[in-house]
Structures are given as C-alpha cells and as structure tokens.
C-alpha cells in the first residue's frame, strides 16, 4: 500500500514539473525578438505572400496576441483551409512557424439559360490565388443563338504587399434585338 502511494506521489510530481516547466517555457517566449519566420506546407502560395499577409517580421518582439493575429490575418484571407502558427526557441530569440494548407484555387462556374428563341450556355473560371500571390482572376464566356457574351477581371487586394487595391474588369456583349433591325 505504503509503495503504491509512493508511486502515486512521485507521478503527481512529475506531471506538476512537466505543467510548470510548459508554462514556464510560454512565459519565456512573451517579449523575445522574432529572428525568423518559417512557412511551411505552402503548395500554391509563395512564401513571401504567405509572410507579407500574416503581419509580423523579423525584428518584432512576441506579444500574447502575435501569433493569434497571425492566424486570424491568414484564416480570414480565404487562401487556406487549414492554418497553425506557434512559435520555436532560435538563437537569441524565436521563430515563428506558420503551417498552412493551400485551399483548391480554380472554380468552373458553367452558365445555362433558355428563353424563347434564346438558348445560352458558358463557363466562368475563377481563380483565387494568380501566381501564387493572392490575385484574383475571372475569365468567361457565353455562346447562344440571338446574343454573345464574353467577361475578364483581374482584383489585386495587396498590391506590392501594401494594403493598396487594384482592380481591372472588362465585358463584350452583342445583342441583337429584331425589332429594330
């Protein structure tokens, strides 16, 4: 009996040790100087983009928000669908790691309609990260029997990495409308 309490005691022991040495360890990170920022899993999207989004740089101290932010910056870009960032001991001060999961970048939208006298049908193609940058790209057409349709966009919400906004959008349509002819 006296053996198995022993035992207990020692494990309770070692279980508060392992809990005040974590905590200790997070407590430590708190004010350190960001020396690097790895990304990693990054298929489609460039890590420069990846680092330019997230907010934090080398040179930055560690607050308790840092890597909460960073997540929440990445989350809410609509780019990845799965995002962890935690931070890693590194030479006098810390890394910050950000492990992404690109999100599938191409959507085909088809586009149908029947009307009297009119039968139409398209594709739309969206793509949400041009060149692993982010960019966002529309191309389009239609094809019918009484009028034609073609679309192109192009939406930059970082251009150069800054919070500039730049967007292209372009449109053909040819209607023929028989009253007036």
Known sequence: MLTSMVRFACRALLVAACLLTAQERNAHAL????????????????????RSMAGVSIGDTLESTT???VRERLN????????????????????????????FPWAP???????PGNISFGLVVVHGN???RGKQGVVGGR??????????????????????YYQVSGKFQEVIAPEFS
């Open 130 to 132: 041009l060149f692993g």
């Open 76 to 103: 809410t870009s609509g780019m990845f669908s799965d995002v962890n960032v935690f931070w890693e001991p590194y030479g006098d001060g810390v890394r910050v790691v950000i492990v992404v999961k690109d999100k």
């Open 31 to 50: 004010g350190e100087i960001v020396r690097d920022i790895a990304v990693r899993n990054a298929m489609r999207t460039s890590e420069d983009t990846i």
């Open 143 to 164: 094809i019918s029997t009484v009028d034609s349709g073609a679309m192109l966009a192009y939406r930059d919400p970082a251009v150069f990495g800054s919070w500039l």
């Open 109 to 115: 939208v088809p586009t149908f309609s029947l009307a």
């Open 67 to 69: 890597l909460e932010t």
